[in-house]
């Protein structure tokens, strides 16, 4: 199972990477295009917003597998020995529990919603419920680096009564 984790967090980590890279050209050719061609791009505005929005979501993802992410840190920061093991423990069941209702069982009904009603975006023209499947995709990755945290704290708690 670890070895799938890897993986993913790896395909992740440079998805991640050419989504950075795609909002520099875009961002660029924004600039290029309003000062010295003199005629704004219309698309390159709404594709960065677009482009934000999945690196922000999928960013928070990368950071919380990384321990990366400063506000999951700070409760377990100076506490050692099994209360640190316990409250990690209770804080990853709460974000697992956040990432399933709000953006598993949410994102599903916006992106829903949004292909049944048909949501265009203005420039692009691509479909909305695009945008918003990283909010799903994002929210299983969330569980899945929380699950092996807390497997992880758990383990470590076993192998310390086992000593």
Do not use: C
Not at 7 to 29: E, N, Q
Not at 103 to 116: A, E, H, N, P
Not at 121 to 142: C, D, E, N, T
């Amino acid at each position: 199972m670890q070895k799938i984790i890897d993986r993913i967090t790896k395909y992740l980590k440079y998805f991640l990477m050419g989504l950075m890279a795609l909002i520099v050209l875009d961002v660029s050719w924004q600039i290029f295009t309003r000062f010295i061609l003199q005629n704004s791009s219309s698309w390159t505005e709404e594709m960065a917003r677009f482009l934000l929005i999945w690196i922000g979501v999928l960013g928070a993802s990368y950071a919380l597998k990384t321990k990366a992410h400063l506000g999951i840190d700070i409760f377990t920061y100076k506490l050692t020995g099994v209360k640190k093991q316990v409250v990690e423990i209770l804080v990853y069941t709460f974000v697992v529990l956040f990432a399933f209702f709000i953006m598993i069982i949410g994102g599903i009904r916006l992106v829903y919603l949004t292909f049944q009603l048909n949501q265009i975006s203005a420039s692009i023209g691509i479909k909305m419920g695009y945008i918003y499947l990283v909010l799903p995709i994002s929210g299983f990755l969330v569980i899945m680096y929380s699950i092996e945290f807390i497997t992880e704290a758990i383990k470590k708690s076993s192998i310390r009564k086992s000593v």
